[in-house]
């Protein structure tokens, strides 16, 4: 039976052995099902910071809920806003704002678990921050992976950090690998990861049709819930070509070893092969609390709140080939994962430069991946990474890919 949830409280000194957790993109998608699993284990955890963008309602409730110590918001005026509401309401909670604050909070001595769940490449530095502190960093801001995946794992493995997937597919590719496996270290008997992909919500639209859509079309995935920006993502495929460059970054594959599969169930979800053909999966139902729990009790288990999987009702699995020809984002991520260095950085900022732009309505669908190719080939990737040339080559693909935008907006 369901336990039902207490209210949450802070740590007393008769549960001194609770965790600290900091939530970056505590606003989100994934911050609010990170606060939902930890308000039903209120001994375990307790929230030591919470940050947000500008959603400073939704911020002053999860400090009323929540009562962590520190909260910050990326916005100097919502920031002060939430610090008004605050004040008022006779809470001790400091308020920070700022890409400063962000980085403190991720680093903080009481902190012994960040969630880094900040959507883009905005999350890297105070991702990178939880990790030189050698925090357990969970891992669902895909971006920073993509644009640094080597260095991020090496910091970790210099700092001792713990760094546990959430993204769906890598928190199962992680369960699938041998008990004694960490992220980032070589592993024996793997021979490929299955990656699957629930196709979107465009899986059976015409090619012809793609030009066409709408951002609210887009933003309809038919099995998860998830924030606008990872909703085109998934909607274009390159969600899923993120996926393979994480996927190479946090276990030593190469993008041969990664095949992407299109299950439009999403039930399983994702495989490991091993060299005596074993095939592993991690199945579920598409509930993003299930890899938060996960990672939040690793190497135990806790509930989630996740209902049990009916078998019954799912019926059946089916598993496609992935149509490169309607989404070319695809071939674009496996080009750039294949060349390495900074081209996956490139890709990713112009990948996001040109979704806002879809999501605003001044470029459509298709120019998603015609910006994304325009940028990859204007600009040379440097081999070298160093997280100084990664920012300059982001910051240069940014203003490429602002440029191809204003292009295509004109020729629209
Ligand atoms: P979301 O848009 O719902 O939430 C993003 C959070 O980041 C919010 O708290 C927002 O305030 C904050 N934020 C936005 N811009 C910021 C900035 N410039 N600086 C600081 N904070 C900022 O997104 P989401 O769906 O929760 O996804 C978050 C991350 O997790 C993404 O990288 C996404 O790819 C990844 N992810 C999400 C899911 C999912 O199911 N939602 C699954 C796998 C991976
Ligand atoms: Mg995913």
């Known amino acids: 039976m369901a336990r039902r949830p207490l209210p949450f409280r ?12 900091t939530i970056l993109g505590a606003t989100g998608t994934i911050g609010v099902n990170t606060l939902n699993v930890l308000a ?50 006779g809470l001790p909670i400091e308020v920070l704002s700022g890409a400063a604050g962000l980085a403190q ?26 990790i030189r502190a050698g ?5 669902a801001n895909k971006e920073p992976l993509v644009m640094s995946g080597p260095l991020c794992v090496q910091e970790a493995l210099k700092a001792g950090a713990e760094l546990l997937p959430i993204d769906s597919e890598h ?44 951002p609210e079309q887009a933003c309809a995935h038919p099995n998860w819930v998830m924030g606008r920006k990872i909703s085109v993502d998934s909607a274009t495929l390159m969600n899923k070509g993120l996926e393979l460059i994480e996927a190479c970054a946090l276990f030593d594959v190469t993008p041969e070893q990664v095949e992407i599969v299109v299950h439009p169930q999403s039930v399983i979800h994702s495989m490991v092969e091993y060299v005596d053909g074993s095939v592993l999966a991690q199945m579920g139902n598409p509930d993003m609390r299930t890899p938060i729990a996960h990672a939040l009790a690793w190497p135990e288990r806790m509930e989630s709140g996740v209902n049990s999987l009916d078998l019954f009702q799912v019926a059946r699995l089916d598993f496609e080939r992935p149509d490169s020809a309607r989404f070319p984002c695809l071939a674009l991520a496996y080009a750039a994962a ?11 900022a112009a990948n996001e430069v040109a979704v ?10 298709t120019d998603i991946a015609a910006v994304i190719a ?25 203003e490429l890919a602002a440029a191809e935008v204003a292009r295509l907006e004109v020729g629209a």
């Open 105 to 130: 909070v991720a680093s903080l001595p009481q902190t012994d678990i960040v969630m880094a769940a900040i959507v883009g490449a905005a999350g890297l530095l105070p991702t990178l921050s939880a």
């Open 40 to 89: 039903m284990h209120p001994a375990d955890f307790t929230v030591v910071a919470l940050t947000g963008n500008t959603q400073f309602e939704r911020m002053f409730e999860q400090c009323v809920q929540f009562a962590p110590q520190t909260a910050v918001m990326l916005d100097e005026q919502a920031a002060a806003q939430l610090r008004a509401k605050i004040d008022a309401a």
């Open 374 to 398: 325009a940028v990859l080939d204007d600009m040379p990737a440097a081999s070298e990474l160093s997280m100084p040339i990664v920012l300059a080559h982001d910051a240069r693909a940014r």
């Open 135 to 139: 925090k357990r960093v969970l891992l």
């Open 338 to 348: 294949r060349s390495g260095g900074t081209a996956p950085a490139i890709l990713n």
């Open 171 to 214: 928190n199962a590719i992680f369960q699938c690998m041998p008990p004694s496996y960490r992220t980032g270290e070589p592993h024996a008997g793997v021979r490929r990861v299955l990656l699957t992909c629930s196709g979107g919500p465009f899986r059976e639209t015409p090619a012809a049709a793609l030009a066409q859509v709408t």
């Open 10 to 21: 802070p740590a007393t000194a008769t549960q001194r052995r609770a965790r600290g957790v």
């Open 356 to 365: 806002a732009a879809f999501l605003a309505r001044r470029i459509r669908f």
